[in-house]
């Protein structure tokens, strides 16, 4: 029986703008840990192959801590005789081929690892485990490509005969990628069309996914930690992957051969457990207008964990009074108090324009800029002498930078 693992997307090294040092220290932690139960996984299950689609770092220059963490990893792998395979993706792919090579090419080149970076032509591995052959190819992101291009268009893709082929890529599938996604991805027609491959195997999607395009199983494994609030409801994790030969008087995994092929598979999906995130959305309109500050603190101290990442997003049409109520910094230091790490989104507030009837549907968004001065405004109309020339100083600051 041939066994795999099969991930992507760990995103390792990844930047948080807003975090400080020591929360970016230990967010940077987690990811590690999620990583390392996907090896954890394949040395305790036997496999035989370790795969990876892509985005294994958050960039193309990952720090060299970051770089020396994974080669123990790899390294665990390489002793309990576990293959590793795999491709970089759109994060850890230099965006000009000039640039240089993908971090992941160091294990390649250390022979730790096969890492296939050809884009324009797939390169096959092939094994024989236990009987069976298995040829596993891979599929980098082309950073040329545009929105509108087929990223299997003019590509040489033969893969051997062989009882299971399974393809690595690192895509959006149709039908599993945003409708308004400003990127190439790999339509239902293209796929249907990819003769002599069992499974694509495909990472880039933060969400798994398992479907059947004609005579190719699609696998996405989703990234295996939650990396934006806008993933709060995904399911972290990687696919696990059995083939053993085809026989009609065994009892064996379920799961029907590949057209054609004398073997059968099973799936597993396994799941990590993230890091607890919550989002908390607040209507401005529920909002009471005496003490808009404390009902916003009130809320957040409901769902507060010492371990969460919360994020509090507003919505809707403020006046200017019950605006200038609104304590921000009171509530993002509470809110990080209370919190591993506290985000407020008041993205999608705006000031009613005036005294208008609520009927007139019209409102004045406010700039950055503007929201600066009233923010910098109101703390000094509740600060000292003293407090009132380190507020100028700051909103000086920020506008040089700005």
Not at 183 to 195: G, N, Q, R, T
Not at 373 to 401: D, H, Y
Request: hydrophobic letters at 40%; glycine letters at 6%.
């Amino acid at each position: 029986m041939i066994r795999i693992v099969f991930t992507a997307d760990n995103h390792l090294n990844r930047y948080y703008a807003k975090m400080t040092p020591t929360q970016l220290s230990e967010r940077r932690q987690r990811l590690r840990e999620a990583f390392a139960k996907t090896v954890d996984y394949a040395i305790e299950h036997g496999c035989h192959f370790y795969l990876h689609a892509g985005d294994l770092f958050d960039s193309p220059h990952p720090r060299t801590s970051e770089l020396v963490w994974v080669a123990r990893q790899f390294r665990r792998l390489k002793e309990a005789g576990i293959e590793i395979l795999a491709i970089g993706g759109s994060h850890d792919v230099p965006k000009m081929r000039v640039d240089g090579a993908t971090p992941q090419r160091i294990f390649d080149e250390l022979g730790v690892a096969r890492v296939f970076t050809k884009v324009t032509e797939v390169e096959f591995a092939e094994f024989e485990i236990e009987g069976m052959t298995i040829a596993i190819g891979g599929l980098p992101p082309d950073p040329r490509l545009r929105k509108e291009d087929d990223p299997l268009k003019d590509v040489e893709i033969s893969p051997p005969e062989a009882d299971v082929v399974l393809l690595l890529t690192h895509y959006g599938v149709e039908g599993k990628i945003h409708p308004k996604a400003e990127e190439p991805f790999l339509s239902k027609a293209a796929i249907a069309k990819l003769k002599g491959v069992d499974f694509l195997l495909a990472g880039h999607l933060h969400r798994m996914a398992n479907l059947q395009i004609a005579d190719v199983a699609v696998l996405i494994p989703g990234a295996t930690e939650r990396m934006t609030f806008g993933e709060v409801k995904n399911a972290p994790g990687f696919w696990y992957l059995e083939f053993r030969p085809h026989r009609l008087d065994a009892a064996g995994p379920k799961g029907p051969s590949p057209a054609g092929k004398r073997v059968r598979h099973r799936l597993r999906y396994v799941r990590i457990k993230p890091q607890p995130m919550h989002r908390v959305e607040i209507r401005t309109t529920d909002l009471p207008p005496d003490d808009p500050t404390g009902y916003l603190l009130e809320r957040i101290r409901e769902v507060s964990r010492p371990d969460l990442l919360l994020q509090c997003r507003l919505e809707g049409p403020l006046t200017r009074e019950v605006y200038h109520r609104l304590r921000f910094f009171d509530i993002w230091h509470v809110g990080n108090e209370l919190n591993f790490f506290f985000e407020l989104d008041k993205r999608g507030v705006y000031l009613e324009a005036g005294r208008r009837p609520p009927s007139e549907p019209f409102a004045e968004r406010m700039s950055v800029r503007k929201e600066i001065e009233v923010t910098a405004q109101a703390m000094m109309n509740e600060a000292g002498p003293e407090e009132r020339g380190l507020i100028e100083e700051a909103k000086e600051l920020i506008f040089s930078r700005y």
